[in-house]
């Protein structure tokens, strides 16, 4: 994926952060959004943009061994299609221990509910966002998993 | 003659609407379960408005992922965002329909896929004819389709659908063209594409179309871009049957219900003032969450009576800037082919054609686009486009996730702020 911007932050020269809709989200503004928050927190980003299917998703993280990978879903189908990201990543061989976060409208009634958010951990990501929540996201980018793993 | 209970053509029950002097409203409307997809059409049709109703896909049959579609009927279907016409059999669609769909209540398929031959087969084949999209409209803005994968299969899916034109009801196709992204394309740019669009359908045998315009964040502008649109309809599409439809906001929406409200009462005046025929609504829950029936409904009749109390306009400037530059960008594209869909590819491969903030590796991304101090929608920069340069900003500078949710924000701003005073 392109460049949006002319982007002036220091960025790391490391590894890249994945960031990827879903298999089945058309929205971009999220991830345009989220590709400009993550490069201000010094982030190198592959933008895989949107309607990612599993296997290219589970091939972009193979292959690029990124410190981090933040999944971005607003279309209500997030719970499914997130829990279907994760199960095919963790599965896969070569792809290691590395942090994994969804955010945004997982849910057809918006908000997601605690157990729901539940399972998507326990299914093997790191953090749950809720839609809007740009607060703890960035605070989680500053903390301990993040610093760790870049 | 029809019986008194044959479907109404789209295009024919929006223009005697029109002759009546009633705005055609339409909710985005689609459920999993069949029976509440009936009773959302149903209710739709009730509502003390001219309605046409809309049966709304859901992603997974958009992107033509139809086992996925069966494992969530075998669900249940109620985790679906839409109806999924694909995988559900064709008596069960038609169950949904009888008794609903009818002379006075014609109703379209919207979907958003880059390849939509079996949805317009899946249509078809239980007697609807009135569909959405385009080659540019539903590949650039929304996924991963190479955009020459898109023309050759919107070429393909828009000859299926008119290989029924010229029998009732006669088949019609509207361009989302008008809509690229939602925000921040400069409305010279939607005209242009939402008219290609169309001429693209027209060449391709549909008889009947409908060309799309958001709402964006002047109603100055607005209704200089629906005028713009209706003068290039006319000097495009001779002999083809054609109206204007107006989307409200497609942006980041107003999150009180009253901010919604008024967005939405907007939409209703520009359509009325600018002569768009058709409006496409958006409910209070629109910042939220996907909409119950009733607050569809609500949506409906609110726009409906906003709509009424607006006078006709009459004039406008015919050579608006907005009409200049649309003029300017479909003259540009059609000189690299005679082939519209052809055309489309040569303009976006030179940068011809070029949407701000467009993600698709297909689009050239040298614009830019800015929100002025009186709210008009503009390019910072006109890239390749066959445009003049515009003077740039003393200090454009760099784009910032704070600063782009608030452009992206300035709508939802200005409606809710008006109610918290």
Redesign the interface.
């Known amino acids: 994926?392109?460049?949006?911007?002319?982007?002036?932050?220091p960025v790391d020269s490391g590894s890249v952060t994945v960031l990827s809709g879903t298999?089945?989200?058309?929205?971009?503004?999220n991830?345009?959004?989220?590709q400009?928050?993550l490069e201000?927190a010094g982030h190198r980003v592959v933008?895989l943009?949107?309607?990612?299917p599993d296997r290219l998703f589970v091939e972009e993280c193979r292959t690029r061994t990124p410190r981090l990978v933040v999944v971005s879903s607003v279309?209500?189908?997030g719970y499914?299609d997130g829990l279907r990201m994760i199960r095919a990543l963790r599965d896969a061989p070569g792809t290691g221990r590395v942090p994994v976060v969804i955010g945004g409208?997982l849910g057809?009634?918006?908000t997601l509910e605690d157990e729901r958010a539940e399972d998507l951990l326990a299914a093997g990501y790191d953090a749950v966002f809720a839609d809007g929540d740009t607060d703890a996201f960035t605070v989680y980018l500053s903390g301990p998993v993040v610093r760790a793993a870049s | 003659m029809n019986s008194p209970s044959a479907p109404v053509s789209f295009g024919a029950f929006v223009s005697a609407s029109r002759d009546r002097g009633r705005l055609v409203v339409q909710p985005r409307m689609g459920f999993g379960d069949p029976e509440r997809m009936r009773t959302g059409l149903a209710a739709t049709r009730a509502a003390r408005a001219a309605t046409v109703g809309t049966i709304t896909l859901d992603s997974y049959t958009r992107v033509g992922d139809h086992a996925a579609a069966r494992r969530a009927i075998a669900a249940g279907g109620a985790a679906l965002n839409g109806y999924p016409i694909v995988a559900r059999p064709a008596r069960e669609t038609l169950d949904v329909l009888a008794g609903v769909r009818g002379h006075r209540f014609p109703v379209q398929v919207r979907h958003g896929s880059a390849g939509p031959q079996d949805i317009f087969r899946a249509l078809l084949e239980v007697g609807l004819t009135a569909t959405e999209g385009g080659p540019v409209s539903y590949c650039l803005p929304y996924g991963r389709t190479p955009l020459s994968v898109s023309v050759a299969n919107w070429r393909e899916s828009t000859e299926i659908l008119a290989a029924h034109s010229g029998t009732e009801p006669e088949p019609h196709l509207e361009t989302f063209g008008g809509c690229m992204l939602g925000q921040l394309c400069p409305p010279g740019m939607l005209v242009a594409i939402s008219l290609l669009e169309g001429l693209f359908f027209v060449r391709h045998g549909v008889r009947s179309v409908s060309l799309s315009y958001a709402q964006q964040t002047s109603p100055e502008q607005d209704r200089e871009a629906v005028r713009a649109l209706r003068r290039l309809a006319g000097e495009f599409l001779a002999g083809a049957d054609w109206h204007v439809v107006l989307y409200t906001y497609m942006g980041l929406y107003p999150r009180t219900p009253e901010g919604a409200r008024s967005v939405l009462r907007q939409a209703a005046r520009t359509c009325v003032s600018a002569g768009a025929e058709r409006l496409i609504v958006k409910t209070e829950a629109e910042a939220h969450r996907i909409p119950t029936i009733g607050e569809n409904v609500r949506a409906l009749e609110t726009a409906a009576r906003a709509a009424e109390a607006e006078p006709p306009g009459t004039g406008g400037d015919p050579d608006s800037e907005t009409y200049a530059e649309a003029r300017a960008l479909v003259e540009g594209v059609l000189e690299h082919s005679d082939d519209v869909g052809d055309a489309l590819l040569r303009a976006f491969a030179h940068g011809h054609l070029d949407i701000p903030f467009c993600l698709h590796p297909d689009n050239a991304g040298r614009v830019r686009s800015y929100i002025d101090d009186a709210g008009y929608l503009r390019w910072a920069d006109t890239g390749a486009l066959p445009l003049p340069p515009v003077a740039r900003r003393a200090d454009p500078g760099a784009v910032t996730s704070a600063n782009l949710l608030s452009t992206l924000s300035y709508m939802e701003r200005r409606h809710d702020s008006r109610v918290r005073g």
């Open positions: 994926m392109r460049s949006i911007t002319q982007s002036t932050f298999s089945s989200d058309s929205h971009t503004w991830l345009v959004f989220l400009l928050l201000e933008n943009g949107p309607c990612v279309n209500g189908h499914g409208k057809v009634g918006g």
